[in-house]
């Protein structure tokens, strides 16, 4: 007798005892385990209960006879009766999944349609896209456990689809996990992992039992797709609920494509970079979706886009080298982007691919708050930049380190319905310290410099022109008096002025004539009070006796 120890795959050992000399196939009807060398080695002449130990390294394992199961067989964990032993996740490797394969998709496929828990052991699978089902949860070994898509016809590396657009037919309870793993494509493979109609679909109809997906320490790289795209299109979205944390999305279309009224998405601790488009693309997502604690840098456009999102939250992440900018909040006159904050980040180097580079972009957008920023200012042109309709902007706390040249607040020229307050003081901006209460219009277009009015008025209460008149109304009306300069050393008000005296400069020599005019005066010769006509005639009113 004699104890040999085999080494399994998943990291533990098998003592077994065996007899020496003696074929394993004749040991039978015994407490005595046999040993085998590869799966094809199974016993002939069994009984229930019956031990085999298979050697392989690569799918053996222990195995016991079961006489009611010897019509399944399934390739990996049951051979026609006889059942391998294991507690938790499958091993891909029990299948035949094999790195010197070129094409382990059928196996794959297999495996995650039928087990709700898959390890990927260390090595480099090819494979060419996998649809897991609803509830599967994949794991690995770390980023060292690789499956590689060869696909170039777009299919994505890993597909989690809800099924149709009718939603009496979707699969609305999705639980999904890929824990550990690296998804690598190429230029023509689409994302690497596309979430599609789970939660929600384009008729708005929110799911009783949300999507819930946790994608936590996996690197996606190198696909043509993004790295990570949840919704269909920006009218059929996904679900909620989904955590992406931990991870290396890089040298992808886009990192992160969110779309199509998906909701409560949280990208947190991840590094996003290279991605040859935007690091995070937010596109008519629904509420709650935060980005926080990444790092997000070298992007071939904007670092964080937004367009037409509901509460998007961008806090506390480090923004470097994006070529478009750092963060863009944009919309349409139909959606704009609502009630976002851009809070806590660190700003550096962005936008040196844009014609002006910028940190902060804002076109219609509504009640945004921009804060507690550092900006490392590196010669940006803009720090920040407000364009067209965005209404109850704030903007305070920010810090700006070695600034310069760069312009903290920019107003695009011709700017039509921006409202907003700014705090943090002016150099190249034309706004400083204005009322946080009330909305505050810039406006470059028809001689108007700014317009003052509250949140109820229909029209300004106060306009202040570029040539320097100002304008005053109800609110209810539009402006109704004007106090303006009509010429050299001459102001003229539209109406009338209402005072409770009249105070002129005590004597003057008598002024030159101007026609069209009279004016009124206190003689200095005699104390007179005059009035001198356009014509020249002086009349006296009143004199000093």
Request: glycine share 10%; hydrophobic share 30%.
């Amino acid at each position: 007798m004699s104890k040999l120890v085999i080494k399994n795959n998943i990291n533990s050992e098998l003592a077994i005892t065996h007899v020496d000399n003696k074929p394993a196939k004749s040991i039978v009807g015994s407490d005595i385990a046999v040993a085998v060398d590869t799966i094809t080695d199974f016993p002939l002449d069994t009984s229930d209960g019956d031990t085999v130990i298979v050697r392989d390294l690569n799918r053996g394992g222990t195995f016991i006879y079961d006489s009611s199961k010897v019509a399944e067989h399934n390739d990996g964990t049951n051979f026609n009766g006889w059942i391998r032993q294991y507690s938790g996740a499958v091993n891909v490797k029990w299948f035949g999944v094999d790195i010197e394969k070129d094409d382990n998709t059928s196996f794959l496929q297999y495996i995650v349609d039928n087990f709700d828990y898959v390890y990927i052991p260390k090595g480099v699978f090819k494979h060419k896209g996998i649809k897991p089902k609803s509830t599967c949860h994949i794991t690995g070994s770390g980023f060292n456990s690789v499956l590689k898509n060869t696909a170039t016809d777009g299919s994505h590396s890993i597909f989690y689809d809800g099924g149709g657009s009718d939603i009496q037919s979707l699969i609305r309870n999705i639980e999904q996990t890929l824990t550990d793993v690296c998804l690598e494509g190429n230029s023509l493979s689409g994302d690497g992992i596309r979430l599609q109609i789970i939660g929600r679909v384009d008729n708005g109809t929110k799911d009783s039992k949300p999507s819930i997906g946790l994608f936590n320490h996996v690197k996606i790289i190198n696909h043509g797709g993004s790295a990570i795209q949840f919704g269909e299109s920006a009218s059929v979205g996904a679900g909620n609920k989904i955590t992406i944390s931990n991870s290396v999305l890089s040298y992808n279309r886009d990192g992160i494509l969110i779309q199509g009224q998906s909701n409560t998405a949280s990208i947190v601790f991840n590094t996003i970079s290279n991605n040859t488009n935007k690091g995070v693309y937010l596109n008519y997502v629904a509420s709650t979706n935060l980005v926080m604690h990444n790092q997000i840098m070298d992007n071939g456009n904007w670092g964080v886009y937004c367009f037409s999102a509901e509460q998007p939250l961008i806090q506390f992440n480090a923004f470097n080298r994006n070529k478009g900018g750092s963060v863009a909040f944009a919309g349409a006159s139909d959606k704009s982007t609502e009630a976002g904050i851009i809070t806590g980040n660190l700003f550096g180097d962005d936008g040196s691919g844009a014609t002006i580079s910028r940190e902060i972009s804002l076109y219609y957008t509504k009640n945004v708050t921009i804060s507690s920023n550092y900006f490392y200012c590196t010669g940006q042109d803009e720090l920040i930049y407000l364009s067209d309709h965005n209404t109850d902007v704030n903007i305070f706390s920010n810090h700006y380190k070695d600034i310069t040249t760069e312009i903290k607040l920019s107003i695009k020229d011709n700017v039509i319905d921006t409202y907003y307050t700014f705090s943090d003081g002016s150099l190249g901006s034309t706004t400083e310290n204005v009322y946080s209460n009330r909305f505050l219009e810039n406006k470059q277009d028809s001689n108007i410099l700014f317009r003052n009015k509250t949140d109820t008025d229909n029209n300004p209460q106060f306009r202040l022109d570029f040539d320097g008149a100002m304008k005053w109304g109800s609110g209810n009306i539009p402006e109704d008096v004007t106090l303006s300069r009509v010429n050299s050393g001459a102001l003229r008000c539209s109406g009338g002025f209402e005072c409770n005296t009249v105070e002129v400069s005590d004597g003057i020599a008598e002024p030159p004539t101007k026609s069209g005019y009279a004016r009124l005066f206190v003689d200095s010769t005699d104390g007179d009070l005059k009035i001198k006509f356009g014509d020249g005639t002086v009349k006296t009113i009143i004199s000093d006796t």
